[in-house]
């Protein structure tokens, strides 16, 4: 059974699930070998699903502006997709941010992605405008939600 928990940005499972994230991606997007996505706001909190002592999944929460956040940082190992995990981490990253006072989060992914996009659609996402720094790329898409 799953555990999806807060943990620090420095924590050795998070990082080594951002860096399967970040690998995929370079895959998936046909990107340079050594891109590494931008650093968070020091302010960003994350979250670790764990199965014992394996992790599985994770997602970043960063504060944008007053009342927004955004989802970042999403990911569920490959061999767990398409069980209910993202959908628990997109969850538990919502009350996340509301915990911290924000009244929306948004999120950028991209049209390579569709399973994505179908989660968040699921999850009550609703596309928006590509916001910065995403409003020239072609292959992303943009999504928003209001906390209630």
Known sequence: MATVAEC???????????????AE?????????????????????YLLARDGERAIGCCAV????????????????PD????????????????L???????????????RQPAAMRLYERAGYRRVPNFPPHESDPESVCYEKELG
């Open 8 to 22: 620090p940005a420095d924590d050795g499972l998070l990082l080594a699930l951002m860096t399967a994230m970040t």
């Open 25 to 45: 991606l370079v895959v998936v997007y046909d990107l340079p070998p050594d891109a590494r996505p931008r650093p968070l706001d020091p302010a960003s909190r």
């Open 62 to 77: 960063e504060p944008v502006g007053p009342g927004l956040y955004e989802l970042k940082r999403m990911f569920v190992a």
């Open 80 to 95: 767990l997709r398409g069980t209910g995990l993202s959908g628990e981490l997109v969850a538990e990253s919502e009350r």
């Open 97 to 111: 941010a509301r915990r911290s006072g924000g009244i929306r989060l948004r999120l950028e992914t991209g049209v």
